[in-house]
């Protein structure tokens, strides 16, 4: 279980500098299989339609509509399909934005969010459908990747509130999420 340190994640995300290196839409078949694909960069995922199992390492997790799972750069991605799945996959890249404070950069080498396996149900997925969809479109559209960077910002606040959303309920709720 992933004990996300909600003060130090906030100073973290405050002091990087996102990247966005890509964005895909993509859809498989029922049964159909990803295997082993190896995280080039911090990932998040977002599934839209349909139901799978995902690994991640070695976690396995049960995804349907409006999932939520992100993965550090180096993990190994796998996906088996029990219907037609759709989803979105947000590859980026975190990096120390002043990187001559040395207390953050300390804290990334303890706590680095960027790194964290996690999963999630979203409790208001279609702001954030919206928003990834959004983005993707965006991303294919603009040419000038910093204004997409800047857009990609906004919905990587969304996904990270929603992450903390579901854990603030975890931690004060008997009827809580697992990680």
């Not at 694909?37 to 349909?50: A, D, I, M, N, Q």
């Not at 939520?68 to 890249?93: A, N």
């Not at 680095?112 to 991303?139: I, M, R, S, T």
Request: proline share 4%.
């Amino acid at each position: 279980m992933v004990v996300m340190k909600l003060n130090d994640h906030i100073v973290l995300w405050n002091h990087v500098f996102i990247e966005v290196m890509d964005v895909r839409h993509k859809k498989m078949d029922k049964g159909e299989e990803l295997r082993s694909y190896r995280l080039p960069v911090s990932t998040f995922l977002y599934t839209v339609r349909g139901s799978a199992r995902v690994w991640l390492d070695d976690s396995v997790h049960r995804v349907d509509r409006f999932h939520v799972l992100h993965g550090g750069e180096g993990m190994c991605l796998s996906v088996l399909t029990e219907d037609v799945l759709e989803y979105y996959i947000i590859l980026y890249k975190a990096t120390l934005a002043l990187p001559g404070r040395k207390e953050v950069a300390q804290l990334l080498e303890r706590e680095n969010p960027f790194q964290n396996q996690y999963a999630f149900g979203p409790h208001y997925p279609l702001p954030l459908y919206d928003k990834v969809k959004l983005l993707e479109q965006e991303w294919h559209k603009i040419r000038d990747r910093d204004l997409v960077n800047c857009m990609s910002k906004l919905c990587f606040i969304i996904l990270y509130s929603s992450c903390y959303i579901n854990w603030i309920d975890k931690v004060f709720s008997p009827l809580s999420l697992t990680w």
